[in-house]
């Protein structure tokens, strides 16, 4: 019995160490709300976790069109999407959707706006340099849409909890009435 008892104990740890393993949203480039002032071709999203293969990203403009996207390609805990060319000035949505290594899917969005001086638009590039990066006055919902998902998880992880020390606890209860 005994022998049942950590069995099953060691099973429930191997489980709940699986549970807290969710990959998440880690960072990004551009970042949400930043005001990119340099040509952008490339969006990268890194995740806490590895992401599976076929994963999703959709790039809108202020219209909700649409931007084409000429690859996008999964390497560990990367996800980056290369565009036709570089996206001219205005802001743009991106809603990315994978599976995490885990299995959960994942998504999210994000938000930017390009502000490109007029010269380099047209061609003439220049190095990035840190001042062409800034952050936007305003949060977008992705900080929100990430916080609620991070919510659930917990939420699923807090019932996963009790939902453990109630067997363990009557495995103890029972235990314990044998030996009597």
């Known amino acids: 019995m005994k022998k049942r008892i950590l069995f099953l104990l060691f099973s429930f740890m191997l489980i709940t160490t699986q549970v807290f393993a969710h990959s998440g949203l880690k960072s990004s480039s551009p970042k949400n709300g930043e ?3 340099h040509p952008i071709q490339e969006i990268t999203i890194q995740f806490s976790g590895n992401i ?3 994963s999703k990203i959709e790039i809108k403009n202020e219209q909700g069109d649409s931007v084409p996207v000429r690859s996008i390609d999964t ?3 990367v996800l980056k999407a290369t565009l036709d060319k570089p996206l001219p000035n205005g802001s743009y949505k991106v809603r990315w959707m994978n599976i995490g290594e885990d299995g959960h899917p994942l ?3 994000l938000s930017f706006q390009v502000k490109v001086p007029q010269g380099e638009q047209a ?3 220049r190095a990035p340099s840190k001042e ?3 952050p936007a006055p305003e949060q977008s919902n992705t900080d929100h849409q990430n916080e609620e998902q991070q919510q659930e998880n917990s939420a699923f992880m807090i ?3 009790i939902i453990g020390i109630l067997i363990i606890g009557s495995l103890i209860f029972l235990f314990q009435k044998m030996k009597k």
């Open 159 to 161: 019932g996963f909890i």
């Open 123 to 125: 061609g003439e590039r």
């Open 107 to 109: 998504r999210g969005n």
């Open 132 to 134: 062409d990066t800034q």
């Open 35 to 37: 005001v990119v002032t």
């Open 52 to 54: 599976e293969r076929g």
């Open 75 to 77: 390497e560990g805990k």
